[in-house]
């Protein structure tokens, strides 16, 4: 199995979503477009008024996936995936689907025309251990671009995260990504495969907490730095 980091930007640095409908609207379509079937009536289909795993079970259909998603993040201006294939050409299909569907919806919804991302979503192989077990840490820390005085999370130094208990509060507060998930809330069950990074809550948690804790590392990460 490979796994493959994808991430992609809007144009213009223009935000992606204005507000939780448009999140969820995201989430949704990364369940929806998971079949190598044809999407059904997303509009039927698609209900945020819970704003938790709104893909109504009594409208659950079983689907032929294209792939396992492992871990995500929305932010303003751009996502991130942490896939792996289930069928040849899954990871291209999906992303294709997920895409094109959800600029449809911006382009409706707010009357706009044209491209809304930046060409391909790009797609970066997970090749070596180190970056295996910090991947995921990578996806779910994005959130912190949005509290003061841990802007710079991304230098992994002594210093770059200010104040560890205000981190995982900002986790434990943004809903669109995976993190909940992993540390024992449900908030988007239906859409993520956990098995990989495995099942214990506790033990991502805790893993995740020893990070912020102690955010020196002695060997040379650069090359993990994503933007």
């Not at 144009?11 to 979503?17: H, P, Q, V």
Request: hydrophobic letters at 35%; one cysteine or more; charged letters at 25%.
């Amino acid at each position: 199995m490979e796994l493959w980091h994808a991430l992609n930007h809007s144009i213009e640095g223009r935000d992606l979503f204005l507000d939780s409908q448009d999140y969820a609207r995201f989430v949704h379509n990364l369940y929806e477009f998971n079949d190598s079937n044809p999407a059904g009536n997303l509009y039927r289909l698609f209900d945020p008024s819970g704003m938790r795993d709104f893909v109504n079970p009594s409208f659950r259909k079983k689907r032929k996936l294209l792939v396992d998603i492992h871990g995500w993040v929305l932010m303003k201006n751009h996502y991130h995936l942490l896939l792996s294939e289930r069928v040849d050409n899954g990871i291209s299909l999906f992303l294709r689907k997920v895409n094109i569907g959800y600029a449809n919806y911006v382009n409706e919804r707010y009357g706009r025309k044209g491209t809304l991302f930046q060409g391909r979503t790009k797609k970066i192989l997970i090749e070596h251990q180190a970056h295996f077990l910090y991947i995921l840490h990578y996806l779910h820390l994005n959130s912190l671009d949005y509290l003061k005085g841990a802007e710079e999370w991304r230098v992994r130094s002594k210093g770059s995260i200010k104040n560890a208990n205000e981190a995982l509060s900002c986790l434990n507060s943004y809903k669109w990504s995976s993190y909940l998930d992993y540390t024992g809330r449900k908030n988007f069950p239906s859409v993520i495969t956990t098995s990989l990074f495995g099942n214990d809550s506790d033990d991502y948690l805790n893993s995740l907490k020893e990070y912020l804790y102690n955010t020196e590392y002695d060997g040379d990460m650069t090359k993990l730095i994503l933007e």
